[in-house]
């Protein structure tokens, strides 16, 4: 957890999570990110499904490294939190990352396959799992006395669940047409506030790896 190179890589994967669909949904026509998922981006008749599903099995297999090496760090600290913390972030990394890179959703929500029944229960459990990350992180960090860190993770699990239940609304029918139905933009947004306790440690890392 102190070595600079993982916590490059950590940042340049939650990076690469805004900025490879920003530029591959430019070659999607039709495709509206505010409105789409970032799935939508990996489904058969994309023409950049094969890189986008790529990435999806990259970053399911580092975050699963990075679930084993939080587990590590939280572990002095508590260990309930510590296998909370395990379970969160590789439940993410297996469902919304692996499986939903090996199995593609489908470009229309109507049209329902194998694979894209195993992509949507996969990435809704992933989610859900993630969505915890912020409040575990929270707790850990007022158990080391990082009271800073704990009040931001905090924030950022209020952020998350406010911008998931928007996401999970925006595909009601009641919803539709409205701003609740910007899918695409509640999804990311929800995803980027599920993120900020990375971010907050990666900070931390290089801080720490510096003053060595």
Known sequence: MKSQIFWGILLATIAGEFLLPALLGRRV???????????????????????????????????????????????????????????????????????????????????????????GIGAAIGFMALLFFPLLDALAAFRQGKALIGWMDAVSFVLALGFFTLFVLADKESFRGTAVSCEGLWQRLSLAAMYIPFLIRIIEGFFQSFGR
Do not use: C, Q
């Open 29 to 119: 026509p039709g495709y509206d990110s505010r409105r789409m998922v970032m799935s939508v981006l990996g489904n058969p008749k994309s023409p950049v499904r094969k890189i986008y599903n790529l990435w999806l099995v990259w970053l399911g297999g580092f975050l699963s490294l990075a679930a084993v090496l939080f587990f590590l760090s939280v572990r002095p600290v508590s260990f309930p939190l510590a296998v909370l913390t395990l379970l969160s972030i590789l439940t993410f990394a297996v469902g919304a990352g692996l499986l939903s890179g090996i199995f593609s959703v489908n470009e229309e929500k109507n049209l329902s396959t194998a694979a894209s029944r195993i992509h």
